[in-house]
């Protein structure tokens, strides 16, 4: 999931101070160093980075949380912004990092991540405030998934149909119509390999 900026600047503050004294921060020099008063603000901060993945903690010891990144069956990957799942929106790139599982990264092909806004893909169990994990390539077989630009400037997820020379981008929910464009006006940025949801 993608983190806040006192988030980063929190997780890069741990891991600094772990390289220089070899252990973890307390709450209070967190707020020490960033001015926060307040211990249960600075310990928000932390449960939301360890629900996010990026902290682990021991709750049976003080000077617990670190970073997660030493686990080999995690990788980080570019959350590029958000993808509607309903009707087409402008295009939105906002680089930040998500840690997913390993095995959501394909044989060393390009992988990046959307935020989904909408319900038009609820069928196949992608809901509105999802991330899902796309895999980057421009080709897509008929009935995947995919992520695509119309007209270069909106973008959506629907699963994908060639009909000569139209794109049928259908939606996997039946309150939504299909989307016809002509097949010169549709660019797949990829297809969809796997999904991240908050609880």
Known sequence: MALTKRQREILDYIRLFIRENGYSPSLEEIGKH???????????????????????????????????????????????????????????????????????????????ALRVKGDSMIDEQIRDGDTVIVESRQEARDGETVVALIRGEEATLKKLYRNGRTVRLEPANASFEPILVPADEVEVRGVVTGLVRAY
């Open 34 to 112: 960033f001015g926060l008063s307040s211990v249960a603000t600075v310990h928000k901060h932390v449960q939301h980075l360890v629900q996010k993945g990026q902290l682990r903690k021991a709750w049976n010891r003080s000077r617990s949380v670190e970073p997660v990144e030493d686990d080999p069956h995690l990788g980080e990957i570019p959350l590029l912004g958000t993808v509607a799942a309903g009707n087409p929106i402008a295009a939105v790139e906002i680089p930040e990092k998500v840690t997913v599982p390993e095995a959501l990264l394909r044989n060393g092909t390009p992988v990046f």
